[in-house]
């Protein structure tokens, strides 16, 4: 059994744990979210995928352990394909409740904080860093998608 179909079957049997614990209408997000992720597997680099379905597990198990909401939970599982994807996924989630998007759309917002780490001039980046972070904290429309990027 390779990695890639490995990973896929941990995120199907976490799906099939998971889904029964929920309501109908998440067991029915989620398990529109694994097609989605699954889909993406096709046809793309493997080992990236592989590690945007172990970073959604992981992700999404952390959000349960905190006693999360249904939409949170799949956001988690949904960030890391989305973040890599990004316009390539924007028909495919077009069926996914808003809510888990503006959360996911959130989080991109927040992760490109962290790609200012890369300006050579540490100093002043870490000054804007900060300063951007308070301001975001201030405007975000969600405290989940904090948690999130945490």
């Not at 990695?3 to 199907?12: A, F, G, I, K």
């Not at 998971?18 to 046809?43: E, H, Y």
């Not at 996914?96 to 904080?113: C, F, H, R, S, T």
């Amino acid at each position: 059994m390779n990695r890639e179909s490995s990973d896929s079957e941990q995120l199907q049997q976490w799906l099939a744990e998971n889904a029964s614990q929920r309501d109908p209408a998440a067991q029915k997000t989620l398990a529109t979210i694994t097609d989605i992720i699954l889909q993406f597997a096709n046809g793309n680099d493997h080992s990236i995928f592989t590690s945007n379905i172990m970073a959604g597990l992981s992700l999404a198990k952390q959000c349960e352990r905190f006693g999360a909401d249904d939409n949170m939970i799949a956001a988690g599982l949904l960030f890391p394909t989305k973040q890599y994807h990004n316009n390539k996924m924007n028909k495919a989630i077009t069926t996914v409740n808003p809510d888990i998007i503006e959360l996911v759309e959130g989080v991109k917002k927040m992760a490109a904080i962290d790609n200012l780490q890369n300006i050579e001039n540490k100093d002043y980046l870490l000054s804007q860093s900060d300063a951007l972070r308070r301001m975001l904290l201030a405007i975000v429309g969600d405290a989940r998608v904090i948690f999130l990027k945490l």
